[in-house]
């Protein structure tokens, strides 16, 4: 089992920046891939960003590319979500998974978050 613990979320103004990290423990020695999604009021959960467990290969939404940059510390076992240039259509609960393989899509993630809300305002 990975336990998998979000934080870093509140609430910023449009144009604002913040951090998310994502804390993992547990069977923490097998190489999973990790990502990032989100879910806005209302709507689907939606893929952010994914990060090979090397860090070699990320990927990221269309709908954030070239504002959010997603990286990991292995040794701090950590994974991070640089937001910068926020919308309030950013606003979301955002979540971070681990799955064997580097994926944006939803299906075959072994392990999710409880997830961190994030708020940004007009």
């Known amino acids: 089992q990975v336990q998998l613990v979000e934080s870093g979320g509140g609430l910023v103004q449009a144009g604002g920046s913040l951090r998310l990290s994502c804390a993992a423990s547990g069977r923490t020695r097998r190489r999973y891939a990790m990502g990032w999604f989100r879910q806005a009021p209302g709507k689907e959960r939606e893929f952010v960003a994914a990060i090979s467990w090397s860090g070699g290969s990320t990927y990221c939404a269309d709908s954030v590319k070239g504002r959010f940059t997603i990286s990991r510390d292995n040794a701090k076992n950590t994974l991070y979500l640089q937001m910068n240039s926020l919308k309030p259509e950013d606003t979301a609960v955002y979540y971070c998974?681990?799955?064997?393989?580097?994926?944006?899509?939803?299906?075959?993630?072994?392990?999710w978050g409880s997830g961190t809300l994030v708020t940004v305002s007009s």
């Open positions: 998974a681990a799955s064997n393989v580097v994926t944006t899509s939803q299906d075959g993630l072994n392990y």
